[in-house]
Antibody
Framework: QVQLVQSGAEVKRPGASVRVSCKAS????????IIWVRQAPGQGLEWVGW????????NYAQKVQGRVLMTTDTSTTTAYLEVRSLRSDDTAVYYC????????WGQGTLVTVSS | EILMTQSPATLSVSPGERATLSCRAS??????LAWFQQKPGQAPRLLMF???TRAAGAPARFSGSGSGTEFTLTISSLQSEDFAIYYC?????????FGPGTRVDIK
């Protein structure tokens, strides 16, 4: 069965960077895009960006443009999200999901940014 | 950026009743719309994609309709496990955007 398993919770200082991983299994990794979505405490869902696993092409939300990097490693079927220059409003649960329409989701990774 | 709106913000429904949730896009997105259900402490779960195609494992009481800018998610007979927040998302144009959600709670 399709599974996306994310790395564990992180606590970071403002200005630091964080990398979240998303290990995919149960399907052919290259054949589906990956989207990243975040959810601040008590808030709705916010689309962060998209990566084509096949080509490596990316598209990021304007709010995080310039601070975010999405990559994939096809040898380990893992997707990565790096957020740099962290701010307090980056505190959120970060989710990876398969396909543009999000048909399977990771369990989420809580990233807390606090001094 | 395409703005997604949802109505109502909260819907109070009795078990067994029908629920109708609306989602509107600020410009045409064809049928490139998904619906998600989210319960507290859980990841979102896909219910519908391409506006009206039920996702694997989604119960038959869920149905989706619409195209262009107006979309609807209908739950034919609310079960206790359906009380949750529902989000729509367009994936027609970057950036993909979510609606603010509709909370379905027990009347």
């Amino acid at each position: 069965q399709v599974q996306l398993v994310q790395s564990g919770a992180e606590v970071k200082r403002p200005g630091a960077s964080v990398r979240v991983s998303c290990k995919a299994s149960g399907y052919t990794f290259r054949t589906y895009n990956i989207i990243w979505v975040r959810q601040a405490p008590g808030q709705g869902l916010e689309w962060v960006g998209w990566i084509s696993v096949y080509s490596g092409k990316t598209n990021y939300a304007q709010k995080v443009q310039g601070r975010v990097l999405m990559t994939t490693d096809t040898s380990t079927t893992t997707a990565y999200l790096e957020v740099r220059s962290l701010r307090s409003d980056d505190t959120a649960v970060y989710y990876c999901a398969r396909a543009d329409w999000g048909d399977n989701w990771g369990q989420g990774t809580l990233v807390t940014v606090s001094s | 950026e395409i703005l997604m709106t949802q109505s109502p913000a909260t819907l109070s429904v009795s078990p067994g009743e029908r629920a109708t949730l609306s989602c509107r896009a600020s410009q045409s997105i064809g049928s490139n719309l998904a619906w998600f259900q989210q319960k507290p402490g859980q990841a979102p779960r896909l219910l519908m994609f391409i506006a009206s195609t039920r996702a694997a494992g989604a119960p038959a009481r869920f149905s989706g309709s619409g195209s262009g800018t107006e979309f609807t998610l209908t739950i034919s007979s609310l079960q206790s496990e359906d009380f949750a927040i529902y989000y729509c998302q367009q994936y027609d144009n970057w950036p993909f955007t979510f609606g603010p959600g509709t909370r379905v709670d027990i009347k």
